[in-house]
């Protein structure tokens, strides 16, 4: 199972990624959790990319596709992935075609998980992560809107995007997750 979350900033993918990894048998590969643990450790990456982290703002394609390509080379993905947070522009999507195309492997399933604005900026309030300050988790909603929001029709014209209703039980969305998919191997 190859699948990518689609959401706003505080929509659930990372809460939902946990949970569809223990359930499927696959990794989840969250971009957000690793650029924070590359600034935490201080290491040439993380160094790179602090001062965009922390204003909101999307760090650049090209350092992007290098994370993401190094990360599913590894030997862990060979059964498939979670993807939280990557692809979040049409370039990034075309990377991660590009990169499944040279393993002659493809997406099995787009999740787009939906939530309405107002509980979005509730959620990443009330959760206090070093970056969850309003004026950034704001700005991280912009973003989205700006450039990542035209994935939801980028996918939907390639025919491989789900919509799940995000503002129920997170129980509820992970089931309405599981039961969208397409039969895959592997525990569910
Ligand atoms: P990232 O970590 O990906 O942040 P994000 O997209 O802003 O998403 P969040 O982690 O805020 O939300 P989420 O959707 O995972 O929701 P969560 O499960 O946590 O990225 C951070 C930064 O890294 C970016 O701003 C950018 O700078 C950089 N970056 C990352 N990837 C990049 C890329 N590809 N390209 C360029 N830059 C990149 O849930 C939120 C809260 O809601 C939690 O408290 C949770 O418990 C709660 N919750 C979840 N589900 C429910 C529910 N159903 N009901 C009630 N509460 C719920």
New binding site residues.
């Given amino acids: 199972m190859r699948m990518v979350l689609l959401?706003?900033?505080?929509?659930?993918?990372?809460?939902?990624a946990a949970i569809l990894s223990g359930r499927l048998g696959v990794p989840s590969i969250?971009?957000?959790?690793m650029?924070?643990k590359a600034v935490s450790e201080g290491s040439a990456l993380g160094r790179k990319i602090a001062g965009?982290?922390a204003t909101?703002?999307?760090?650049d394609?090209e350092t992007?596709a290098e994370v993401v390509r190094e990360r599913l080379s590894l030997e862990d993905v060979r059964k498939g992935f979670i993807l939280?947070?990557?692809?979040?522009?049409e370039n990034?999507a075309e990377t991660l075609n590009e990169i499944l195309a040279e393993r002659n492997l493809a997406l099995d399933a787009v999740i787009h998980?939906d939530v309405p604005e107002d509980e979005l900026v509730k959620?990443?309030l009330?959760?206090h992560?070093d970056?969850d300050r309003e004026e950034v988790i704001r700005q991280?909603q912009r973003?989205?809107l700006e450039r990542t929001a035209p994935l939801v029709d980028y996918y939907a014209k390639r025919r491989q995007l789900t919509r799940v209703d995000?503002?129920?039980?997170?129980e509820r969305?992970a089931s309405d997750i599981v039961g969208s998919l397409p039969a895959c191997e592997g525990p569910r």
């Fill in positions: 959401g706003a900033p505080g929509s659930g993918k990372g809460t939902q969250s971009t957000g959790e650029l924070r965009i982290m909101g703002d999307l760090v394609d992007m939280d947070g990557y692809p979040r522009t990034q998980i959620r990443s009330a959760r992560r970056d991280r973003v989205y995000g503002h129920q039980p997170i969305v």
